[in-house]
């Protein structure tokens, strides 16, 4: 019993070094390893899927008269990748990047802006032209109809329903 | 900047300030001064005190309970004095970055130490959920200069 | 698979209480008028002996104009929930207090006058988590409250207590032995403590009013992993299953194995690391970092089951967002062998060390009676001899393929706490082992499913620190109430009793001892009035 405490020394003897040598080499991380998010800018449309998805808000949509900027801001971004699996045209993709140390806070940002179109109707700004060219090619809308904004979408329905029954059963915002 | 590279010629000292977070950072950074990571091969000691340390290595959101504790702490360190915000909690504010009992960050902390006139020389950010011990070992390499920086701030246009 | 029986009496008291009850699934709900609670409560938990978990209100009055409070109770030999609900009046909330009964109920009761304003009468009433200076008329968790609302702090610090008669040392909020921002403060007569006071609820981030606003069911998985950094894959997993249970899904047994073998992956790291810190208290730094290189390879085994060392975030609502394949299946077994073999190797030596040996054995000891009393949670009972596990006596998800033992020691002190936790290492591997072998094919997420209004879970989930409790109110995309209860809650107040008479030099000890987690405790509560509590905690020291 006595003589126990020191065979310590002959666990410590046979595991020999174990200290990485980080950041001299490689770090150790497997294949799975979750780190920042890529955002492709020539896939993206802006449609604010992942930044509904988005836990903590690291994705943001930021609004202005002329441009939607879709905004990343790593210092927030819990690294779940949400964002990867609901986005609808696969424009994020996830590196296993993790060496993002920085001693200023603007380095933490990614800015993806984005251009906007107006309403054909009141000018009202609305979604981005990627947007815009996304919805006229993968759904049964005409080019005319997903240039309206929804405004005036509801109130064209409202006009053509109170002047006479038309059908436009298949109408969505 | 001198006052930046007086701290880099010597050991960085660091008191670990935990300021609400939900653990996982703190653990990373046991992790990280345990054999595998061994950061004390870069001279980083983790203290007991403020008044030792040369950096305090914030955690956590800065809840509103831990507010004047925080700043009684940094206030205790000597100059220059360096905060190394961890996770995304610290750098960020996190996934509770706008409730009603956080205050959301080290931004917003430096805000309020600004106005009672306590100087902080020098900030880095550390992002992750949670820090690797990796990523704060490469974090103390680019204070010391070690590695290069490789995040920057990236805008793209996309027509 | 119920037993008759054991429902039977509980809708027999519910009716004789002038109430009604209802089952569903495992759980018996009982509505009672607020006169009876006290009473209905006491039979519960005196009479048919079982546990108290936690208490919850809800603000119910978009609803039908009331508040309501629910106690949580477990009827372990039975493996049956009990929820006993009352309806109190939505102007002027006030409930009969159950702690003559129940004294583990002092906690969620104060919480839920600080954050609800629901008053309780027969006891005494003190702030518990919302700081000093918030103001008094300002209840978070009330619906009209909205969840970014911060009042302007105030920079106001702790002051220190003071006492005639005994000296008082205070314990943190920063202090070298605690890593999270608590206070403790220990009245000493000489060497030995006579009292602590506790001062907690630094880390109340607000969590449950940021699921009940800002999220969606998907993304409160994320949230409530981020609750703690050690065991928050129990608390994901606690929440996915209470929501799966209120919405009676069926989800793929393959998901719920995937989530048994990470979840005992992160209760050997979890208890490595706590042992790891015990040794380092008892100035064994030896022990402490050879530990850590031990469990480094459990943190790697998680990282490649799940893609992050830490908060793994697979858990979805329906089921698990990563597979486990051949190569990682005999990665795992290939790690696995090697730490038992190491560990074993290891913590025969650790804990033949006179130094660790001698301070373990016989400090901080918490008998069975008052282990009972409080009902503390997990590795704080067994080694109290009290022989609750909830993976065993509630099974969820795959724990009822695999057979497993219970470590249960009756000693009490510090050595049988971590005792018990070295044992539960060995049986987590064997746990590991089984579940992969038994692995069903199949998916691992079930897709388009509903989830309906108004629907209640309650799920128990054995973390490493103890039963963990998650109570959800579904809701309209996201939980309505979604009330959460670590165990670390429910074993701060046993501290008193352990502390009691010790030498202070075994006081940092004795508190990791609990493995305490007060990232889990603190999530919604906000801070405590220091005065009201100075004077309770008087009254407590005989």
């Known amino acids: 019993m006595s003589h126990k405490p020191l065979k310590l020394i002959i666990i410590a003897g046979s595991k020999g070094r174990v200290t990485v040598k980080y950041p001299y080499q490689e770090p150790l991380i497997t294949p799975e390893f979750r780190g920042e998010i890529e955002i492709d800018p020539a896939k993206c449309i802006g449609c604010g899927a992942c930044v509904k998805a988005c836990p903590p808000n690291a994705l943001e949509l930021l609004e202005s008269e002329k441009e939607v900027i879709l905004r990343y801001f790593v210092g927030r971004c819990i690294f779940c990748w949400r964002c990867i699996d609901v986005c609808p045209v696969n424009a994020i993709k996830g590196t296993r990047n993790f060496e993002l140390a920085t001693d200023k806070h603007t380095d933490l940002y990614t800015l993806v802006v984005h251009t906007r179109t107006t309403c054909e109707i009141c000018g009202k700004p609305f979604e981005t032209t990627r947007m815009q060219r996304y919805i006229a090619e993968k759904s049964p809308v005409t080019e005319e109809y997903a240039s309206i904004c929804p405004d005036c979408r509801k109130r064209l329905l409202a006009e053509a329903v109170s002047a006479r029954r038309v059908g436009i059963s298949e109408h969505k915002e | ?159 | 698979m119920l037993n008759l029986e054991e429902t039977t009496k509980y809708i027999e008291l519910a009716s004789k209480s002038g109430g009604q009850a209802k089952i569903e699934g495992d759980t018996v709900f009982i509505t009672i008028p607020p006169d009876r609670l006290v009473d209905v409560a006491d039979t519960i938990f005196n009479k048919y002996n079982t546990s108290f978990r936690v208490c919850a209100g809800v603000d119910e009055r978009p609803l039908n104009g009331h508040f309501s409070l629910v106690h949580l109770f477990t009827d372990d030999k039975a493996g049956l929930y009990v929820a006993v609900k009352t309806y109190l009046s939505g102007e002027s909330p006030v409930a009969p207090s159950i702690t003559s009964v129940v004294p583990a109920a002092d906690w969620c009761e104060m919480e839920a006058r600080d954050l609800l304003g629901i008053e309780f009468t027969g006891r005494e009433t003190y702030r518990l988590v919302l700081p000093p200076w918030w103001p008094s008329n300002l209840y978070p968790l009330r619906k009209e409250t909205p969840y970014n609302y911060r009042p302007e702090p105030r920079l106001e610090s702790e002051k220190l207590g003071y006492s005639r008669e005994y000296g008082v040392i205070p314990l943190g909020p920063y202090h070298p032995a605690l890593h999270e921002p608590e206070y403790f403060e220990l009245y000493v007569e000489g060497e030995r403590v006579v009292d602590v006071k506790y001062r907690g609820f630094h880390v109340h981030r607000g969590v449950e009013k940021l699921a009940e606003s800002r999220m969606s069911y998907q993304q409160v998985n994320f949230l409530a992993e981020r609750i703690c950094g050690i065991c928050g894959f129990v608390h994901s997993t606690c929440y996915a299953l209470a929501v799966e249970k209120a919405a009676k899904l069926d989800v793929p047994e393959r998901a719920q194995f995937i989530r048994s073998i990470v979840l005992e992956v992160e209760r050997i790291h979890s208890h490595l690391l706590l042992l790891g810190v015990a040794f380092h208290l008892l100035g064994y730094d030896a022990g402490f970092m050879h530990i850590w290189r031990i469990r480094e390879r459990v943190m790697q085994l998680a990282e490649l089951l799940t893609g992050s060392r830490k908060t793994y975030g697979i858990n979805l609502v329906g089921g698990v967002r990563r597979d486990v394949n051949e190569e990682k299946k005999q990665k795992t077994l290939e790690a696995l062998r090697e730490l038992g073999r190491e560990f074993k190797n290891f913590i025969e030596v650790a804990i033949s060390v006179p130094q660790v040996k001698k301070r373990l054995t016989g400090s901080g000891v918490l008998p069975r009676e008052e282990a009972v009393k409080l009902s503390v949670e997990g590795p704080v009972a067994r080694a109290s001899g009290v022989n609750k596990d909830a993976r065993r006596d509630l099974p969820y998800a795959a724990y009822k393929y695999v057979s497993f033992k219970v470590p249960v020691y009756t000693e009490g002190d510090n050595l049988a706490r971590v005792l018990v936790r070295v044992d539960e290492v060995f049986e987590s591997i064997s746990i590991i082992e089984q579940l992969l072998d038994k692995l069903p094919g199949g998916s691992i997420l079930l897709t388009d499913f509903e989830i309906p209004e108004g629907r209640v879970g309650v799920q128990v989930v054995e973390a490493p620190r103890g039963g963990d409790i998650h109570y959800v109110v579904t809701g309209k995309g996201a939980p309505y109430r979604w009330r959460v209860r670590a165990p670390t809650y429910a074993n701060i107040p046993a501290l008193r009793v352990m502390l009691r008479d010790q030498p202070l030099a075994d006081a940092p000890i004795t508190i990791a001892s609990i493995d305490p987690c007060f990232s889990c405790t603190d999530r919604v509560v906000v801070v405590r009035d220091g005065r009201i509590e100075e004077i309770k905690l008087t009254q407590l020291v005989k």
């Open chain 2, 1 to 159: 900047m001198s006052i930046k590279s007086s701290i880099l010629k010597r050991s960085i000292w660091v008191f670990h300030l935990n300021t609400g977070s939900c653990n996982a950072c703190d653990i990373e950074i046991l992790d990280a001064l345990t054999p595998f990571h061994d950061a004390e091969r870069f001279g980083v000691k983790l203290v007991v005190s403020p008044r030792h340390a040369d950096a305090m290595l914030l955690t956590g959101p800065v809840t509103a309970e831990a507010l004047p504790k925080v700043i009684n702490a940094i206030e205790a360190m000597p100059r220059p004095r360096m905060i190394i915000a961890l996770g995304s909690c610290g750098c960020g504010g996190g996934i509770w970055h706008d409730t009603y009992s956080t205050i959301g960050g080290v931004n917003k902390l430096l805000e309020i130490l600004k106005e009672r006139g306590i100087v902080v020389d020098a900030v880095y950010y550390v992002p992750g959920c949670p820090i690797r011990p990796e990523a704060l070992l490469y974090a103390v390499a680019l204070i010391k200069g070690i590695v290069s920086k490789k995040r920057e701030m990236k805008i793209y246009k996309a027509e």
